[in-house]
């Protein structure tokens, strides 16, 4: 049993590296190349990223809680609740670190602001989305 907890967080890690990687490469182009603001942009690629992560989580890293189960609209929609409280602590963190420090690369902030939400995260889908309801 504790391999499977250990398997099943390190592909939750594995789907967040590249949700991170996907959000990342989004708010770079949209914030640090075309200038867009980077509070509607965070928005925007969190928004592209929960939606990633859900499928590939309920797929891959839940699989064997969700085998018998499709993701669905409700999943999906208590995923992107938690998600959204990711969210909130990513914008709190983002906001501090760039009023703070102004760094020459908003990008540095948002990678902060993401691994802030991490743990929270993964609780939210192991505990309410994917929990055996054995």
């Known amino acids: 049993m504790k391999s499977f907890i250990s398997q099943q967080f390190i592909k939750f890690l594995l789907v967040g590296g590249i949700g991170t990687i996907s ?3 989004i708010f ?3 914030t640090d190349v075309l200038h867009y ?18 499928i590939l989580n309920h797929y891959w890293t839940f699989s064997e809680i969700t085998k ?14 938690i998600a959204i ?5 990513n914008l ?3 906001e501090i670190i760039i009023s703070v420090f102004n760094p020459k690369f908003k ?10 939400g991490a743990v929270f995260n993964y609780f939210g889908s192991k505990l309410w989305i994917f929990k055996n309801e054995k």
Request: proline letters at 2%; aromatic letters at 12%.
């Open 23 to 25: 959000n990342l490469i």
């Open 28 to 30: 770079f182009l949209f």
């Open 68 to 81: 018998n189960k499709s993701a669905n609209t409700v999943g999906l929609l208590k995923f992107i609740s």
């Open 107 to 116: 990008v540095i902030a948002q990678m902060f602001g993401i691994a802030s």
């Open 92 to 94: 709190i963190t983002l």
């Open 37 to 54: 603001h980077y509070i509607p942009v965070a928005i925007g690629a969190f928004i592209v990223t929960a939606s990633q992560n859900y």
């Open 85 to 89: 409280i990711g969210l909130t602590i």
